[in-house]
T-cell receptor
Framework: AQSVTQLGSHVSVSEGALVLLRCNYS??????LFWYVQYPNQGLQLLLK??????LVKGINGFEAEFKKSETSFHLTKPSAHMSDAAEYFC??????????????FGQGTTLQVKP | DTEVTQTPKHLVMGMTNKKSLKCEQH?????MYWYKQKAKKPPELMFV???????INESVPSRFSPECPNSSLLNLHLHALQPEDSALYLC????????????FGSGTRLTVV
């Protein structure tokens, strides 16, 4: 069964500092991987996705993630945090089977706090 | 049009009421989803519609009844809910099977009193 684990339910960084949010996946087949961001009382917005093209994926708002098969990881990074990055971040995995309905499995989420 | 629109944004209902949540997309996506999200938790899948047919029901209580009238619309009919059903209900759509990810609506904040 597929699953994702997000290490750290809460991450706090200073404005301008590096953001690193960790995600490890478990999948028996090459997965699709996604990062979503959720601001308070809003839906989820897709930041970026990995679908087996380039292993380094660039997303919106300056975020990027690197797919590392050997480490089963898909960590999210941003070189310099901005106050507006404070939000909840979810890593998600989807299978690629022939019966794929695009069902997403979410991690537990990481709250990013950005301090001035 | 790259949006999923959900109405209403907020809903307060009594345990004996009947209400409906609505979701609409015009991106030509053929898979649509209902998720339930409690505070500080990830979304939990409730239902999946694929080509307007119910393909997944994640053992959701019968007081929640989904409906897909056409390829652009998805409803969630609510009846005899419990206070623990209070949550953010999210609708999403996707191009099934292509790994493009979901497009989510902004959700309906439901409070059951």
């Amino acid at each position: 069964a597929q699953s994702v684990t997000q290490l750290g339910s809460h991450v706090s960084v200073s404005e301008g500092a590096l953001v690193l949010l960790r995600c490890n996946y478990s999948s028996s087949v090459p997965p699709y991987l996604f990062w979503y961001v959720q601001y308070p009382n809003q839906g989820l917005q897709l930041l970026l996705k990995y679908t087996s093209a380039a292993t380094l994926v660039k997303g919106i708002n300056g975020f990027e993630a690197e797919f590392k098969k050997s480490e089963t990881s898909f960590h999210l990074t941003k070189p310099s945090a901005h106050m507006s990055d404070a939000a909840e971040y979810f890593c998600a995995v989807s299978d690629r089977g022939s019966s794929n309905t695009g069902k997403l499995i979410f991690g537990q989420g990481t709250t990013l706090q950005v301090k001035p | 049009d790259t949006e999923v629109t959900q109405t209403p944004k907020h809903l307060v209902m009594g345990m004996t009421n009947k209400k409906s949540l609505k979701c609409e997309q015009h991106m030509g996506h053929r898979a649509m989803y209902w998720y339930k999200q409690k505070a500080k938790k990830p979304p939990e899948l409730m239902f999946v519609y694929s080509y307007e047919k119910l393909s997944i029901n994640e053992s959701v209580p019968s007081r929640f009844s989904p409906e897909c009238p056409n390829s652009s619309l998805l409803n969630l009919h609510l009846h005899a809910l419990q206070p623990e059903d209070s949550a953010l209900y999210l609708c999403a759509s996707s191009q099934e099977g292509t790994g493009t990810g979901y497009t989510f609506g902004s959700g309906t904040r439901l409070t059951v009193v």
